[in-house]
């Protein structure tokens, strides 16, 4: 898989460095930020169509105070005005899953300590084909094309299947957004911006069955230490050369940033016998299936 890379001038580079791990990586950790803004960058990152370092380079570095620790801190006016409009306006609760905090519990029962530490979760947050259009090609990152995952060993017919459907989508947008303007005509007392925007809204939602399960998007990830393992380690298992390969990408930039909880994935008498136990069980599996008569095809192996 060929990433694209972004480029960024020299000013952008230097508001970006002391907030991103890498520049020119497609994955890449957070760090010197409060926990709201980081929150508040993984929420607006669900409608928004650029990539996260262009994001916070266009509607966040400016809360930057000059001189100084960055941020020092403080939340920053625009991510606090994010979190009061979407988080308390809207209710969208999922935006408080993508930051957090230390808290220390002292005196705690060791029946509430049992029904504390019952949600072991991470929080993801993915831009959402129902607020952003694929019906263009990549330009000014990389070679440009559509927004689908691409590998030489997959074959031109793939890439053409893919090309075709995307053009599909790409054609059929303005159709089916001049039926629903006739579908759900504005209200006299409705701004036309807000029915604009609900009726471009109503055709992507429409029109995103069209997109493949090879559609590329952009994910936030807030977990612990222990969820990032467990992820790590199943990554490394996959059958899927992209989860492996992106499994090896997150394992280097955690290792930048919390590198003692990720110290096990890499040790052969750890995370080696894990990965292994996982690959074992996944072939127990499909061996499984298959005394019960329900082979698979070749490539469609059973993911655990």
Known sequence: MRYPVETFTEAEQELLRPHFTNLD????????????????????????????????????????PAGGRPFDGVEGERAAGLYERVFIGYGDDSIAQVGGAHVGCEWVSNVLTKIRQRGRLAAYLEQSTRYIPYDKPVEGIGGGGYRYYSDDDLGPEYAAAMDDLFSIYSRGLETVQDWAAERWPRDDAQPEGAWRSSIRAKALDLLRGLLPASTLSHVGIYASGQAYEQLLLRLAASPLPEARAYGEMLLAELQHVIPSFVARVDRPDRGGDWVEHLRERREATERAVARLGHERGAGTEIML
């Open 25 to 64: 990586r497609p994955v890449f950790g957070l760090v010197n930020l409060p926990e709201t803004v980081k929150g508040a960058l993984f929420a607006r990152y669900s409608r928004y169509p650029g990539t996260l370092r262009r994001l916070y380079c266009e509607e966040f570095a400016e809360d930057q």
